[in-house]
């Protein structure tokens, strides 16, 4: 009995390890996102959201804020615990006496006569200055504040591709609306810098304007291609077109917005038979290591 215990905890045992190992060689494994460094607008999908932010005096208390993210910009607004400021200024004290008043950030009443204050922010999970001018004291009081990322859904965040080459669902608007692209895109990350090649559905394109830089097609038949630089996935990004289709040349505005969510490995496909065969190895060896723990059991039961 003691001997059939000891084969069934084995078999247990290397199941489990089987299992574990093809399964991490078929769908890989992931860790939950802990920031190491500061955040910025691009990590995250354009909306808002409720974040805590850190203070380094109990006297400047933020009870509740929300992190608004548009484009490549990022806006706070800071609901305070008390009403003891007249302004406050993104620096500090010294910056502040410095600049022009049209740089202070005053406060807003909410309906509970909160005093509220939205201010722009560079960056997450960074040491940010921050000064106040007390309405008492009429004295700047400088502040450190840090605007924490962890309370950002795990959807929200926008993952930053290594170096390699992606496909990626791309969408047009704008214009005519009688154009098109081929989606999905080929989208290459090199050093950091995103690129992406875009097929037009007419040969007609002879320019594009990215980012105040012109670019040329990169075929001479077929429809116009153009490889032009991505700056941030999941925004809009505005682009124009020249077409030399109609009597003269007309540039056209448009909108090109890369899905972060859709971005998958060029070739990906390669790697699902591999993992395929490794549960299939996987299983034929449980199969042979069953029988043979069966024959031992019926072997010792039979002593």
Not at 149 to 169: F, K, L, M, T
């Amino acid at each position: 009995m003691l001997m059939k215990k000891k084969i069934i905890l084995i078999l247990v045992a290397a199941i489990a390890t089987v299992l574990a190992v093809s399964c991490g060689a078929a769908s890989g494994q992931t860790e939950e996102r802990i920031p190491a460094e500061a955040v910025f607008a691009e990590q995250i999908m354009e909306g808002s959201y409720a974040i805590d932010v850190s203070s380094s005096s109990s006297m400047f208390r933020i009870v509740d804020a929300e992190l608004t993210v548009r484009g490549d910009a990022m806006s706070v607004v800071m609901t305070m615990s008390g009403t003891g400021y007249d302004k406050i200024y993104m620096g500090t004290g010294e910056e502040a006496l410095l600049d022009t008043d049209e740089n202070c950030i005053y406060p807003v009443e909410d309906a509970e006569g909160a005093h509220t204050y939205q201010v722009p922010v560079a960056a997450l999970d960074k040491d940010i200055d921050c000064t106040a001018l007390s309405t008492r004291k009429q004295t700047w009081y400088d502040r450190i504040l840090v605007f924490q990322s962890g309370r950002i859904p795990e959807d929200a965040w926008i993952i930053q591709p290594e170096d390699g080459v992606y496909h990626i669902d791309v969408t047009l608007s704008g214009g005519s609306g009688r154009a098109s692209i081929t989606s999905p895109a080929q989208l290459t990350v090199d050093n950091g810098s995103m690129s992406a090649v875009i097929e037009w559905s007419s040969p007609y394109y002879d320019l594009m304007i990215v980012d105040g830089g012109n670019y040329y097609p990169v075929n001479s038949d077929e429809n116009a291609v153009f490889k032009i630089p991505v700056a941030m996935l999941s925004r809009n990004i505005a682009v124009s077109a020249e077409t030399v289709a109609m009597s003269e040349p007309h540039m056209i505005d448009y909108i090109l917005y890369f899905d972060a969510s859709s971005l998958r490995k060029a070739g990906a496909l390669k790697f699902v038979m591999p993992a395929v065969l490794a549960l299939a190895a996987a299983a034929g060896i449980l199969a042979a290591m069953l029988t043979a723990m069966k024959r031992k059991i019926k072997a010792a039961d039979g002593k």
